[in-house]
T-cell receptor
Framework: DTGVSQDPRHKITKRGQNVTFRCDPISEHNRLYWYRQTLGQGPEFLTYFQNEAQLEKSRLLSDRFSAERPKGSFSTLEIQRTEQGDSAMYLC???????????????????FGPGTRLTVL | GQQLNQSPQSMFIQEGEDVSMNCTSS?????WLWYKQEPGEGPVLLIA?????ELTSNGRLTAQFGITRKDSFLNISASIPSDVGIYFC????????????FGTGTRLKVLA
């Protein structure tokens, strides 16, 4: 299977604990996105990387959140001192970005992983 | 965070009926994507649109990129029970950034 994978699929933790999620994008994709999704809502942008560079972070990403993509392949999202409000589905997605040609079909197709469901007790 | 307006929010339809849903924005987008999401899973890409006015089909699904570039439409013809799920639109903005803004979703339930 060459799709986007995420690990773990489910995580239950106690308030105050740290958690880390991993995302492996489609192998030839150079841009990787993290989203958060709460019940009844669409995915909300958190951050994205081009190769190992983090290009943008949402204001939703508080100081307790950090994301890395150290070798430009897989990425990790860490949440420190978890709070109950962090409970959500965390989704990872990837695309192959080709610069200016990226606005031309089909290079903006974004593919998602299955998500990590976080429950903070 | 910013979310696009999708309507209807939810709908019950009879098997065999056609379904229409739309997505509107106050911003212009260069690309529109439509996804389907089932419980506990990530969104699955259905259709991608790249030009204003473009009409693209994928099986029983047809989507259109609005002329104003601020809206998009998805139609499902002859619905079947497995069409049940939540449908999301997403617009790609490339002005000073390169990120996808998602809609609030349309929940579809098909009655056999």
């Amino acid at each position: 299977d060459t799709g986007v994978s995420q690990d773990p699929r489910h995580k239950i933790t106690k308030r105050g604990q740290n958690v880390t999620f991993r995302c492996d994008p489609i192998s030839e994709h150079n841009r990787l996105y993290w989203y958060r999704q709460t019940l009844g809502q669409g995915p909300e942008f958190l951050t994205y990387f081009q190769n190992e560079a983090q290009l943008e972070k949402s204001r939703l990403l508080s100081d307790r959140f950090s994301a890395e993509r150290p070798k430009g392949s897989f990425s990790t999202l860490e949440i420190q001192r978890t709070e109950q409000g962090d409970s959500a589905m965390y989704l990872c997605a990837s695309i192959y970005y080709r610069g200016l040609a990226g606005v031309i079909s089909p290079y903006n197709e974004q593919f998602f992983g299955p998500g990590t469901r976080l429950t903070v007790l | 965070g910013q979310q696009l307006n999708q309507s209807p929010q939810s709908m019950f339809i009879q098997e065999g009926e056609d379904v229409s849903m739309n997505c509107t924005s106050s911003s212009i987008f260069n690309t529109w994507l439509w996804y389907k999401q089932e419980p506990g899973e990530g969104p699955v890409l259905l259709i991608a649109l790249y030009k204003a006015g473009e009409l693209t089909s994928n099986g029983r699904l047809t989507a259109q990129f609005g002329i104003t570039r601020k809206d998009s439409f998805l139609n499902i013809s002859a619905s079947i029970p497995s069409d049940v799920g939540i449908y999301f639109c997403a617009g790609l903005t490339t002005s000073g950034t390169y990120k996808y803004i998602f809609g609030t979703g349309t929940r579809l339930k098909v009655l056999a």
